[in-house]
């Protein structure tokens, strides 16, 4: 990567995190996911990724949106699977 392109992509990082921003554009959805270019084209054009397209060529993102989409499948930890055990146990003791 060109130093070129790093002053780019530091400069968009710094208006993300500095900027209260509610709509992304696609390079700064990429920025604040993590997610490849490639990869965000690919989500958007098969539909598993929530977008807007308002003009027909320019993606979108709400930043709330990405959130969702990124912490949706959430997994359990062991401790808290154990918790939850527990606690059904102790309500469904009978004597």
């Not at 995190?17 to 696609?26: A, D, I, M, Q, R």
């Not at 308002?54 to 993606?59: A, C, D, E, H, W």
């Not at 997994?75 to 527990?86: C, G, L, M, T």
Request: with cysteine; aromatic share 10%; charged share 30%.
């Amino acid at each position: 990567m060109d130093n070129q392109l790093i002053l780019e992509r530091f400069d968009r990082l710094e208006k993300l995190l500095v900027g209260h921003k509610e709509v992304l554009t696609f390079n700064e959805a990429c920025d604040y996911t993590g997610i490849s270019r490639s990869y965000l084209y690919k989500l958007t054009s098969s539909g598993k990724i929530p977008h807007s397209k308002p003009n027909g060529k320019m993606l979108f993102f709400e930043k709330r949106k990405l959130v969702e989409w990124l912490l949706q499948n959430k997994r359990k930890s062991q401790h808290d699977i154990e918790s939850e055990a527990v606690a059904y146990a102790i309500r469904n003791i009978r004597f």
